[in-house]
């Protein structure tokens, strides 16, 4: 199936002064940006479930799409088809990476065995075409929410031989991305929660989920997996409630489970905006914590209260979300996937060019608007000001464990005074982030 994509060009960089709408505009990937190359900054890849896997059906329609390696039966012809336009199209786009789900690359299976059969031949592909190619895989998952036997969970099932199916998937599917040796591997517990609290004893959910992670990390260090382990925080949808539902709660349950140094935080702007919270918030919090692994980036509707993977458009907020993510180091084994998907009247091969174009060129931008934002950082200089009391006199005891709370009220009285509010300029940095945003 790779003749799919036969009539396009390979993409290429040309500039702004370009007007080709098959090319490049901001991401030349070998432009330097703060030492390191904007493809190294980014390390984008293209998710295969979206893009490969998806005929543009939805709930109140059938596919729209022309995919031909989509027809009939998901036999072991067919997985190899849609591979073969996978690579195709990574070669066209010049993609650094990609990432998978276990179901997404392999033949349909009707038992554990024939799974485990179906995903170690498929394997074997894959490998051979990476071989050949300079795509690598940034990371790897289970699809462990779309089969029936997973309407209840997985590893949170009421049933422990859903969860001994899960343990199945996540073994192989682990062990295939330390194969093709992947950055990564993430944990996305689409039904890992309840949709009513009726029939769900949450405390024991929960502890199942811990166990199982427990198991997932034992096993990684077992096969000699160097990559990361993430979780992908969600709040809802499938599942009316997710334990999973945000980073600040993912930590609270890592550390509650002894998971706090084995595992990370894979975020996407649209489960943070389904969770009432912004996407740079999300950042600075898996920063605050030490969590920071690698980013799902795309973008919801707001008028659509679910999550709609539309590829990434607000120059603004992936400009802020770049500047804090490369104020907490940048990426490291994580990387820049678009989990992300074309409109379903946009259903030429084309348009997966274009949005991929577009997300990789607003990232460009927004790449470029933070490093300009670094190098003057004058948001940095505001917040050093702003707390600069607590590296001094009293504030620096207290954080130093050297003041009690007797201590600290006995200040108080001393100084006999009540603080002076100080302004916090919110429009003023405001400002300084729309100054740079262009």
């Not at 390696?69 to 010049?94: M, T, Y």
């Not at 603004?316 to 994580?334: D, S």
């Not at 940095?380 to 009690?404: I, L, P, S, V």
């Amino acid at each position: 199936m790779s003749g799919y994509f036969d009539h396009i060009d390979t993409i290429k960089f040309e500039g702004v002064d370009s007007d080709n709408p098959l090319a490049f505009k901001y991401y030349d990937a070998k432009k330097k940006v703060l030492g390191k190359t904007i493809e190294e900054h980014l390390r984008v890849a293209v998710c295969y479930w979206h893009n490969f896997c998806w005929d543009g059906h939805d709930i109140f329609g059938a596919g729209t799409f022309e995919r031909p390696w989509l027809q009939g039966n998901n036999d072991q012809a067919a997985a190899e088809a849609k591979l073969d336009a996978a690579f195709s199209f990574f070669e066209k786009l010049g993609q650094p990476f990609f990432c998978f789900h276990d179901v997404d690359i392999m033949a349909d299976a009707s038992t554990p065995k024939e799974h485990v059969e179906n995903l170690a031949a498929i394997v074997d592909k894959i490998e051979a075409k990476m071989d050949a190619s300079t795509t690598k895989l940034l990371w790897g998952t289970a699809n462990m929410f779309s089969h029936p036997r997973f309407m209840a969970g997985a590893s949170t099932n009421p049933n422990p031989d859903v969860a001994a199916f899960a343990a199945l998937q996540v073994k192989h599917a682990m062990e295939a991305t330390h194969r093709l040796g992947g950055a990564g591997y993430v944990f996305w517990g689409g039904r890992e929660g309840y949709d009513t609290i009726l029939n769900t004893n949450v405390g024991h959910e929960m502890n199942q989920l811990g166990r199982f992670l427990n198991m997932a990390v034992e096993h990684k260090h077992k096969i000699g997996f160097k990559g990361d382990l993430w979780i992908e925080p969600k709040p809802h949808e499938p599942t009316k409630h997710q334990y999973d539902r945000d980073v600040g709660t993912v930590y609270g349950f890592l550390k509650e489970h002894g998971l706090e140094n084995e595992i990370g935080v894979n975020i996407e702007p649209n489960h943070a905006t389904l969770a009432g919270n912004a996407f740079e918030h999300e950042i600075e919090m898996a920063n605050a914590f030490g969590i920071f692994g690698s980013i799902d980036f795309n973008r919801g509707d707001p008028q659509n209260g679910w999550d709609t993977d539309q590829f990434p458009n607000d120059l603004r907020e992936n400009t802020m979300a770049l500047y804090y993510i490369l104020k907490g180091g940048g990426f490291k084994n994580g990387g820049a996937n678009f989990d992300a998907k074309v409109r379903r009247q946009s259903s030429d091969a084309e348009d997966l060019f274009h949005a991929h174009i577009g997300g990789m060129d607003l990232l460009a931008r927004a790449l470029m608007n933070a490093a300009e934002m670094i190098e003057n950082d004058k948001l940095q200089a505001f917040k050093d000001d702003r707390y600069a009391e607590w590296h001094k006199g009293m504030g620096k005891q207290m954080m130093d464990g050297n003041a009690t709370l007797d201590d600290m009220a006995n200040y108080c009285l001393e100084e006999n005074t009540s603080p002076a509010p100080i302004s916090g300029r919110q429009e003023y940095l405001e400002n300084i982030v729309t100054y740079v945003v262009k």
